[in-house]
């Protein structure tokens, strides 16, 4: 391109921000800065005429992580804006997270022109191919170039268009050359009112032909893991098959499904009278060590419906066979008969009754049982945080007959960083009443996501802090039993646990949020059932210190009430 035709930069921005909204984005979160000014202009434009949201942030961490979420509850690419220079690698973590769960997130990264480029010049730095492998295309647009074929390029990479490649994140590295502010007597448009685009698909479920009696009767168990989807669920019905369900699955519920499923593995292992033969796999499971072990099993076979590439592992590296159809993954699994489907809706029963028992004889709420509670409560939206809250509800949450709530968690990577902006963008995109349930430490690693400017849209937003000051999780891994042997003396406490003493409810007043504390299931029962408008913080105060405890009298309780009903069958 000749400099005669090179491109004004707020008329590169205006060409980007059509072939973004050509390319169905509606949402575009916008962090503040001078480079990127003219696409900030631009978008403007575009918001003043009904035909974007925006969403300003401050911090780019969680402008990445707001876009991520709402990709997710909006099911369509998102795109992100940020300045050049540090701006852009905060981004690092949400783009990582979209890149394992395949989202797709636009990176809109502004940037310094050419002739700015290795002279020391302030904000500049290498910003293309920055994420490396985690995005599915990258491409920098010179200044002055016309970009709207690199936007429609990384729209269709995002969107999973390309031919064997997953839906994920991209980006657009848009260098723009001084002015960086509209032309004299450019103005917005008359504004056309804000353009609402929400996204309601609502939980679903949905139904198979029940399976052909001459298929083989096989003890075959329907694991569904994060992002299975209704069809696990559809399939185990089915087939006749015991459901063992992760909450993130969005498959947990129906008459097939085992809830504490977890607790139940090693009652149908390789030396027990009926061991599991085959597992059919769904989605992507990451929550349990019997579920690892399960699938780990050499007495095991095991396969994996993909009817679409994904991006969270590496072909020829599980053991699972992936299968494209469900009639092909139906002759795999076979049918359950009808005693091995009872002896696992009874065992289950049993688990729960003995779970259950446990927590009735506790005056205070603990992990568990707050697990169970905000799983019973659940509606709209529920976003479940990493560490032990998602492990929570797997253990205690009882599957309801029909699913009452779309699930989401940042499963791609397990992070802890940026969970209140994913709620929050997660809310926003789909308008619906959210509740997300968190632990203090991962509350407290994005405390920034709670701020919102003046004017900018705000969730219906339930934020459930399980507050038991520090990291339980390490307790019930091996650090508990290093830290009760005593040998490392308070260190296991300090570097694993890191207590802390932080006013949650100081910090919410500081954001403007609401907040209360509760301490019992029931009073956190009460908090769930009330009407909710705008963001509230329950915090729910617990002690950490008897958790291994709690859990080893729940796995004795559990193995006495099954070895019962087990024997007895
Ligand atoms: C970004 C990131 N940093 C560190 C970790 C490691 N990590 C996993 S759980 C956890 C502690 C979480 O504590 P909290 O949120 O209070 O939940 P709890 O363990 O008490 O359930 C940490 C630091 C991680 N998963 N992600």
Redo the contacts with the bound molecule.
Sequence with gaps: MTSQDSLTSIGAARIAVTALLDGGVRHVVVAPGSRSAPMAYALAEAEAAGRVRLHVRIDERDAGFTALGLALSTEAPVAVVTTSGTAVGNLL?AVMEANHSAVPVVVISADRPEELHGTGANQTTIQLDLFGDHVRFAVDVPAGDHPQKAVATALYAATGALEDTPPGPVQVNLAFRDPLVPADGDALPAAAGHGVFHYDAGPQALNLPAASGELAERRTVVLAGHDAGPVAEAFARAHGLPLLAEPSSNARFGRNAVGPYRVLLAHFGPDSPTPIERVVLFGRATLSRPVASLLARESVVSAIYQPVPVAWYEEGRRRETPIETLPELADFAGRGSAEWLDSWLLAGAAAQHGLDGVLAGEDLAN?PSVGATVWEHSRGQLVL?????IR?VDLAGQPHPEPIATVYANRG?????GTIATATGIALGSGRETTVL??????L?DAGGLLLGHGEPVPDLRIVV???S?????SLLEHGAVEDSGAYGTAVERL?G?PHSVGIGALAAAYGVGHQTVSTTAELAAALKSPLKGRTIVEVRVD?SGLRALHARIKEAVSAAVGQVLTAG
């Excluded at 945080?385 to 809250?389: D, E």
């Excluded at 990577?413 to 960083?417: H, V």
């Design positions: 973590p992990g945080g990493s560490s032990n809250g929570d990577l397990a992070g802890i960083d968190l632990g203090d430490v991962t509350f690693h399980l507050n038991d520090g990291g339980a999780i390490f694993f890191t950490r």
